[in-house]
């Protein structure tokens, strides 16, 4: 059963935007944080951002910030990470996960459920 689906990746050229969608099953809604990963071959999963439950906050990587931003649409039960300036060094397959509020951060070690994930390719 999946908990957690993630959609919206592709190829997009350098400079160009993406939005990554996370739709969760109602009790993921009611009483998790969920957050954003990306896992580039070859190097470990890095923690991109997240959003709180119920209070919105929010924390992202120095890597992202000012070029993503995270969101949530509570009637969809989706959370949202809307990519621009994308570079090639972005290039990835992005998670999403849910995670206790009290608990997450940027390392996933922090994080107790996780998507299939969806690739995102930059060209150059």
């Known amino acids: 059963q999946l908990r957690l689906v993630e959609s919206g990746g592709g190829l997009v050229q350098s400079g160009g935007s993406l939005k990554l969608s996370c739709t969760t099953d109602q009790f993921i809604w009611d009483y998790y944080a969920i957050g954003w990963f990306r896992q580039a071959p070859g190097k470990e999963r890095e923690g991109v951002s997240w959003?709180?439950?119920?209070?919105?906050?929010?924390e992202y990587a120095d890597s992202v910030k000012g070029r993503f931003t995270i969101s949530r649409d509570h009637d969809k039960r989706t959370v949202y990470l809307q990519m621009n300036s994308l570079t090639p060094e972005d290039t990835a397959v992005y998670y999403c996960?849910?995670?206790?509020?009290?608990?997450?951060?940027?390392?996933?070690?922090?994080?107790?459920?996780w998507g299939q994930g969806t690739q995102v390719t930059v060209s150059a």
């Open positions: 996960a849910a995670g206790l509020p009290l608990r997450v951060g940027l390392r996933s070690g922090q994080w107790d459920y």
């Open positions: 959003i709180s439950n119920p209070d919105d906050n929010t």
